[in-house]
């Protein structure tokens, strides 16, 4: 089955692009001065690195730009912080050689290679001391609800995050499939946007009466009952391979492993936000390998979005 929710997106594509990362411009394969260097080049030129982030919450800034003060401090360049406009235009950046380092969903990152993106993932976030890698995609409901289990979102109005959202789609699609239920004809999806945005709605039962998001967004709303989980294969950091050696190097021995302790340590404003300590306790460092579930998934699935065009 060839799911084709969201086959428009590939319409808007490029126009999403130009407005979501349109200070982006350069690529890295360009023969330009301001963005090759004799070993390598730069998205926008060599004193920057352009930082691309998802947008999965409303506090996504907040949350990454403690990491990409910290970029800044270790690679001796300027960081400039690009939150696309959707989960899609990330692809397409990377694609297009517009980005330098990124944060994206494992998900976003397959379908980015599938697409030709020349990047590389070095680390994954851990959200608290002792766990690995990783997050549970959840599938939630009201708190006063009767539903008990996927098996019951049939014939219901379900919410999802994003339509390349890892743990706010390709798992929960992948989840109905396995309860026998088709994605296309047996609910109504309804597409929030944001991980914070689909747990919302969900606990207000209204506009969704079912519906997933990752579990830091479902800690954070109230009024919800969460009737089954998975393990998630945690949300990759990437360089693109046209950086100079060095700087990649710089990303993967002083960033793949650092800590919260070490991030406070080194003065970076925020660092001890509420928000900040909330998401990110430790980076671990995660190889492409390390995806290969979500091709899996992706086969199972058969999602239109697996595939970058």
Sequence with gaps: MKLSITKTLAVGAALVLSLGLAACSGSAGASSTDGATDAGTFAKDSSTLVFGVVPDTVNTQSNYQ???????KITGKKVEYRESSDYTALIQAAIAGQIDVASFSGFTYVTATNGGAKITPFASIV??????????SEAIVPANSSISSIDDFKGKKVCFVDPSSTSGYLFPTYNLIKAGIDPEK???PVFAGKHDASALKV????????????????????GLKVVAKTMVPGAPMVFSNTLPDEIKKDLSDKLSSVTIDDIQKA???????????ATFYAFSPVDDAYYDQIRDICKVTKAA???AK
């Design 267 to 277: 003065g970076i404003k925020n660092a001890d936000s509420d928000g900040f300590k």
């Design 203 to 222: 606990s207000q039962g209204a506009e969704c009466q079912a519906g997933f998001a990752e579990d830091s967004a479902v800690d954070a709303q109230s």
């Design 186 to 188: 047996d609910i109504t």
């Design 305 to 307: 979005q697996c595939e």
């Design 127 to 136: 959200t608290k001391e002792g766990q690995k890698p990783g997050y549970y």
């Design 66 to 72: 403690p990491i990409a003060d910290y970029i800044a």
